[in-house]
């Protein structure tokens, strides 16, 4: 892995070149835009470019330098797959993002490729036991969204089940309010995904 020092205005990458790089910025500032427009800015620990190296496609977005200085780690297509980041990386968003189109085309159709990947890459799985107690009444957490991707699991006290394609604490996440929340228990090996207050920031 190698390390680049960039001035402002400097271009990482150009919508529709052939990618063959993956970077994380190590300190300052960049901005993320497709067809012009502005989508995203990105800070120190923030990475991008595993799109087109995964999919071997054209860029799907173009990334300015906007800071004085930046310094960004390359690491090659093949350092890449050699340590098998691709390969998980790949599974994920192939598998997620068939998921959500199938089963919540609401939440991603607006999207375009790029923020779609995204999107994916800010959930975190969770394989759940039956038993496992997912979210308990009363029990003070972060704002975060749940998605049942595979499973059931049941609310206490309404009786209420939720399987695949179910969604929960999305009114927390979005409004930031604080909203009573209901113990929920897994009730079928479960596989679930969590996109926190946290992590949405970042898009």
Known sequence: MSEMCLQRGALLMREGDHGCSFFIIRN?????STGGQLI?????????GELSLASGEPRSASIVVTSETCSVLVASKRLMTASGFLTVMTRKREEWGAFLIASLPSLVLHLNSYE??????????HILSVGSVLTKAGEPSLPCMWIVKEGILEEEGTGRELSSGAIFGQ?????RERVERRTR???????VGRLSNKAL???
């Open 28 to 32: 300052g500032t960049c901005e993320v």
């Open 201 to 203: 920031g970042t898009l």
């Open 40 to 48: 995203r800015r990105l800070v120190a620990g923030d990475s991008f």
């Open 116 to 125: 779609q990947s995204m999107l994916v890459d800010l959930i975190t799985p």
């Open 171 to 175: 009114q927390e996440l979005l409004t």
């Open 185 to 191: 228990i897994v009730r079928q090996p479960a596989m």
